[in-house]
């Protein structure tokens, strides 16, 4: 098991969901997600126009992949954000993003990019993750 360590020097990285690095010891494995959108398991696209929904969906497939590998959010140590709409995924951070992220124990460092386009021209977020054990 990994003995993970938060170095956040500054805390208003707290109040938007991340940290500033998390130091992993004694770890045996490290997950690296592929980015995750709002795609159902035929890989469609859910949600159009809808950036709460997205996220929501982006969240809970990062938790599907997670979990067929045997873990939770709990061990994401790195969380990387895409999206083509910086304004709309701020207003929903505060709902959708950290309430879910801190009920799970999770507190990762991370970066949020805003593109001018992803994958598929519907998708307005897409969610990549690292994990370790």
Do not use: K
Not at 101 to 112: I, K, N, T
């Amino acid at each position: 098991m990994a003995n993970l360590t938060v170095i956040n020097p500054w805390t208003w990285g707290d109040e938007h969901g991340f940290v500033q690095a998390v130091e992993s010891r004694g770890m045996t494995r490290i997950l690296h997600c592929a980015g995750q959108g709002s795609l159902d398991e035929h890989g469609r696209i859910l949600h159009v126009g809808d950036m709460a929904a997205q996220v929501r969906e982006a969240l809970n497939n990062v938790e599907t992949v997670l979990r067929a590998a045997g873990l939770s959010l709990a061990d994401v140590t790195r969380l990387n954000y895409y999206t083509t709409d910086m304004d709309a995924y701020n207003a929903v951070l505060g709902a959708e993003v950290m309430p879910r992220l801190r009920d799970a124990g999770c507190r990762p460092s991370g970066v949020l990019i805003g593109v001018t386009r992803l994958a598929h021209a519907d998708m307005l977020i897409e969610i990549e993750a690292t994990a370790v054990t």
